[in-house]
């Protein structure tokens, strides 16, 4: 996968709103701009969010059990891993680079722990600790040859791929299983948080939001640089107030089926909520992120404007590796077990989650947030077939078309952005 030639607008959301204006405008200028950019091809994670919506009330009308708490929670249980792995990626998909190894790193490196764990009877902490040495080494292995060596990362990530599988069934054996059995690590996707947990989870998420919102507009009057309106901000606001307050009143919601409660948001979300948002913060805050947008828009541009390309790649990769445990951490904390197999099959549906969401191909293009609402989109489709008793072929094949469908848009956007008409 090569880089491609056009310069891409970073992640800035502010830069473009006011184009040419300099001043803060209003909501209806800030609503023209954004249908601007809609139309000039940047539609960002606008049609997953379309996907969604469709999915849900399709499965909703079709399946009675679809839209219960339980399975509301089963669901984001589900799509934690396949999130975690979406987010990894976008850091080399942003590049113009592929990891194809992530999944069977994060397997190996669960092996790793798991094994060491229950046969050599190492402490968890620091067989965990190992675990994810392995990971980071893994991505400098990857980030050495791609960006010193000079071999594209396809290769090197598919040879990556077929050896850690070997390794795999050296360490756990050849239809050969582990149990996890640190009740710490089974809780983060089979335990729920009190549901005062809940609320005040929502409170922190709100005042954070506030306070960076505030920070920012600050921090660009203080620039002379376009603003949002602060109409804006208090509508994002009380946007996540309000998904926010119903998801939690859904999640606090008894839905066991026996004399125990089962209540209270999943462990797992305020864990993914915080890797997002660190993740954010690192790709939209920081010299680092807009280096990484740099090079996946021009990276010749970038290098002769004194970009450290090879030393941003190798950073990109220990990023993605050192993810990819964590997500492969949540898959054996969710089936309590690990074998040869962990993380082998879920990496092409990380990079279809990552390009249903809208993150581009041939990078520079696409945010966190938008590799885990594609995410969301193809954990509903399993999900939803699921509870429908269609089979695995099915859901392979609508998995497939969606990923097609989000890979034309990327492509008509794109040309759509050069001037090109289609």
Not at 320 to 340: E, K, P, Y
Request: charged share 10%; net charge positive; proline share 3%.
């Amino acid at each position: 996968m090569t880089a491609s030639t056009t310069t891409e607008a970073g992640p800035d959301p502010v830069a473009g709103d006011l184009i040419g204006s300099g001043v803060e405008g209003g909501l209806g200028d800030q609503l023209r701009a954004w249908w601007q950019r809609v139309r000039s091809g940047d539609m960002g994670a606008l049609p997953a969010i379309g996907g969604l919506v469709v999915l849900t009330l399709l499965f909703a009308s079709l399946s009675p059990f679809f839209l219960t708490e339980r399975n509301f929670a089963n669901l984001l249980n589900q799509a934690a891993t396949l999130v975690m792995l979406a987010m990894a990626l976008v850091f080399v998909l942003l590049l113009g680079e592929i990891d194809l190894s992530a999944g069977v790193t994060g397997g190996v490196a669960m092996a790793l722990f798991v094994v060491l764990n229950a046969q050599f009877g190492i402490p968890w902490p620091i067989a965990l600790i190992i675990g994810f040495v392995f990971g980071i080494a893994t991505g400098a292995l990857i980030g050495f040859f791609v960006a010193r060596v000079g071999i594209p990362s396809f290769v090197v990530t598919l040879g990556l791929f077929l050896g850690y599988q070997g390794l795999a069934l050296l360490i756990i054996g050849s239809g050969g299983l582990f149990r996890l059995e640190v009740p710490e690590l089974i809780a983060l996707q089979n335990g729920n948080l009190p549901p005062w947990a809940g609320w005040t989870m929502l409170v922190i998420i709100l005042l954070v939001s506030a306070a960076m919102s505030f920070w920012d507009r600050a921090r660009r009057r203080r620039a002379g640089v376009p603003n949002r309106t602060i109409t804006l901000v208090w509508v994002k606001l009380a946007a996540i107030a309000i998904i926010g307050g119903i998801v939690v009143y859904i999640l606090n919601q008894n839905r066991g089926q026996s004399i125990i409660a089962v209540e209270g948001v999943p462990i797992i979300v305020p864990i993914v909520l915080v890797i997002l948002w660190l993740g954010t913060f690192l790709l939209d805050r920081t010299k680092f992120g807009r280096y990484v947008y740099a090079i996946g828009g021009n990276a010749e541009a970038a290098r002769r404007s004194g970009v450290k390309v090879r030393w941003i790649k190798w950073w990109a990769f220990v990023i993605c590796s050192s993810l990819a445990v964590v997500s492969a951490l949540f898959s054996v904390s969710r089936v309590g077990s690990v074998d040869a197999t962990v993380g082998r099959d879920i990496v092409l549906s990380g990079v279809a989650a990552a390009v249903v969401g809208g993150v581009s191909l041939f990078g520079g293009k696409g945010r966190l947030m938008h590799a885990a609402i594609g995410a969301l989109v193809i954990a509903v489709i399993t999900n939803g077939l699921g509870l429908l008793n269609l089979g695995a072929g099915i859901n392979l094949m609508v998995t497939g078309a969606v990923l097609i469908l989000a890979a034309t848009v990327d492509a008509l956007s794109r040309l759509r952005g050069n001037g090109v008409r289609t």
